[in-house]
């Protein structure tokens, strides 16, 4: 085994022997040692900057690289092969069925998840690498239960989604310290397929999660630098669309585009992130305090604003400006219910495309007839990058406008407790997305739902009856919900709703909420996988 690196968990030691080559370990070893020190800095440097905010220090476009906003000539990589016209993007994650599906849905792209629509059991991050070097091959076909799955002769374009920077893969270390989720899933998958994607006329394509700084993309440009020149693979060869999903990034997107801009392949609109981040970087700011899950849309002030610059700050530097994900799901048995629903996709994605995006997400193969009817009646070319929005102008202010129409309602608190219960129970059981209530919930909405509980909490809100939320109206709440939580959805374990339930419960008690869910859920799925608890923080 290469050296100073240690697998910490012997499940799936099949899918182990086939993925965890000595090459590739020594590749993983290889990117930890180069690369960890940055990483790490970079996240003590989120915390410093979440201190700044919480003390008052107002968001805003950084002043050290306003030469590079201003600059006009730069622009971003062309569009590598097989990503000229992305106009509907499916998502998902990785397991086999999944892949299959996805790759014949219809769409253009495919993003498998790592991240966000995926529970990271070790088992999942391994068997997800072995399917999709497989479907990249042509050999991912498989039965089950008489039924054939078979690839299609023309797939969709594989995009790849690893794990956040914030995210450690703690069964396996190098020189005892757990290795980056991003790294680990970035070089397992870049390894074994790029050459061969290559090959086949493509490329190794990328999203990237949760990137909070324009220096967080300058440590990923870094790593695909050396990545390529590690096999002997031309520079440039990568693509990568970053998701602008935190309030600073908003700040920094020129930025970001030009750190990349030889590996860029554009920006996505992560909506329900977004969100996430704009509650919980401005816990400390009782102005920033926002109503009902369900209230906060694409066509409030501050979420309007980040979209119209995202586009615009797209097509100025030449790359795609995808947008983002609806919730809805269809709805079987009632049609009165589906066709409401996909009404909500259809004027969704009609907004999208003449905002003027070059494609969009959807999370399920039967919306994707809707999203191509939209996209294809709209956007005549390939993409729209002609649409330079030259009519936008967005300053601070409106990115951090929180002026949304709606209220805190019992109703509204109920869901969110209901979400984060059946979400985070899930994900210990080893489901990154699940569909609730005719909406699919990831950790994305999860976490909406968790912060808006804490900022309640945090700022005494009064829900509609006049009530205000405490920590003890959550924790009745909480208790309440779980034996409904767990008829609606049959599937959960007891065990794993007690978890969650205390987690709820005490999360709401905190001075500030934890960065992340996945974060402190992490030691349950490494435990379950044999990693020591000893290993990582307590959570509860």
Known sequence: MAAGIEIHTRVAQNAQAEILTEGALRFLAALHQTFDATRQGLLAAREAAQARFDAGVPFDFPSETAHIRAEPSWHCAPPAPGLEDRRVEITGPTDR???????????????????????????????????????????????????????????????????????????????????????????????????????????????????????????????????????????????ATVLIETLPAAFQMEEILFELRNHSSGLNCGRWDYIFSFIKKRRADRSAILPDRKDVTMEVGFMDAYVRLLIQTCHRRKVAAIGGMSAQIPIKGDEKANNFAMSKVRADKLREVTNGHDGTWIAHPL?????????????????????????????????????????????????????VLAYASAWLAGNGCIP???????????????????????????????????????????????????KA??????????????????????????????????PYLSAADGVPASWHRSML
């Open 489 to 522: 959805v049959p599937a959960l374990r007891d065990e794993h709703l007690r978890i969650v339930a205390e987690y709820v419960k005490k999360q709401v008690r905190q001075q500030w909420p934890s960065e992340f869910l996945t974060s402190d859920l992490m």
């Open 367 to 419: 919306i994707n007839k809707i999203a191509h009817e939209i996209f294809d009646q709209h956007m005549l070319g390939p993409n729209q990058y002609h649409i330079r929005r030259e009519d936008v102008r967005v300053a601070a202010a409106d990115l951090l406008n929180t002026k949304v129409p709606g209220k805190v309602t019992s109703e509204g608190v109920r869901s969110n407790v209901s979400t």
């Open 97 to 239: 069925k999944m892949v299959i599906n996805a790759l014949n849905s219809g769409a253009k792209t495919f993003m498998a998840d790592f991240e966000d629509a995926s529970s990271p059991t070790f088992k999942a991050m391994i068997e997800g690498q072995i399917n999709l070097r497989d479907a990249i091959r042509r050999q991912v076909d498989f039965e089950s239960n008489g039924k054939q799955y078979k690839l299609s002769p023309n797939p969709a374009v594989l995009i790849v989604r690893p794990r956040g920077w914030h995210l450690d893969e703690p069964r396996v270390t190098v020189n005892k310290a757990p290795m980056s989720g991003s790294l680990f899933d970035f070089g397992l998958y870049f390894y074994h397929n790029a050459e061969e994607l290559v090959k086949r006329g493509f490329g190794p394509y990328f999203y990237l999660p949760k990137m909070e700084h324009y220096l967080e993309a300058r440590l990923w440009n870094d790593v695909f630098l050396f990545a390529q020149s590690y096999i002997g693979m031309p520079h440039n060869t990568i693509r």
């Open 436 to 486: 609730l209530n005719h909406l699919m919930e990831d950790a994305a909405t999860a976490e909406i739902a968790r912060v808006q509980l804490w900022q309640w909490v945090h700022h005494g809100v009064r829900d509609d009856t006049g009530a205000t939320i405490t920590a003890d109206y959550i924790t009745k709440l909480t208790d309440a919900a779980v034996p409904e939580v767990r």
